[in-house]
């Protein structure tokens, strides 16, 4: 068994391997497989088959510099949605205890306790003091 594990080393050596753009691609690539199997349309096995082969030769390339910067695209895209997606999780998760409000000066998102009527808090980026209304 070790030896397996170092041949596999070794090929590997100098190659990209995986990262965030090939999980996103595997999601897309079961996404296709799952439409096909709903559907029946030879498309999708098509695009399935053509992320597979684009996932592999991402994998497996040596040409490491071009694959990061693949990543890094993708990531610049990304970052945003899954911070959108991760503040409207935390925002349900946390609905009975705190409420989430925009500094007006430097627009991070404050995560403030729950208290009915209007308080003044100030913001831990830039000190700015502002006043916070919660209704409910």
Known sequence: MQNWKYKLAAFMYGRYGTDALYYALFAVWFLLHVLFAFTGEWIFTALSFSVLLFMTYRVFSKNTSRRRKENEAFLKLWRPIAAWWKLG???????????????????????????????????????????????F
């Open 89 to 135: 999780l935390c925002r349900i998760r946390d609905a009975r205890t705190a409420v989430y409000r925009k500094c007006p000066q430097c627009k991070a998102v404050l995560k403030l306790p729950r208290r009915r009527g209007r308080h003044t808090t100030n913001c831990p980026r830039c000190a700015h003091r502002f006043d916070v209304q919660v209704l």
